[in-house]
């Protein structure tokens, strides 16, 4: 069995890397540093499916993946640009 650096069966996630992949770069967060992200992403699971902060969020995303530029997005891409 194979296993990414997270102890994850690499069957299991080979799909879904390049959609977060892609995810994150929409966000402006590819440079990011990957703890960073991954504290975010904690976070983010703790938010309760359905709470007004859910749907806050949900309504940036939708948003986003709408948009066709840039313009929705992160109001740090050019800070985020230098981030490791």
Known sequence: MNVTDF???YSSVKFQVPLLGG????????????AFLLGGL???ARVIPGSAEHRRLRDIGEKAFKASSRDTLSPHIEEN????
């Open 42 to 44: 904690i976070e983010l």
């Open 23 to 34: 995810i994150v770069v929409k966000a402006g967060l590819s440079k990011a540093d990957r």
């Open 7 to 9: 102890g994850f069966p």
């Open 81 to 84: 640009a230098g981030w490791r």
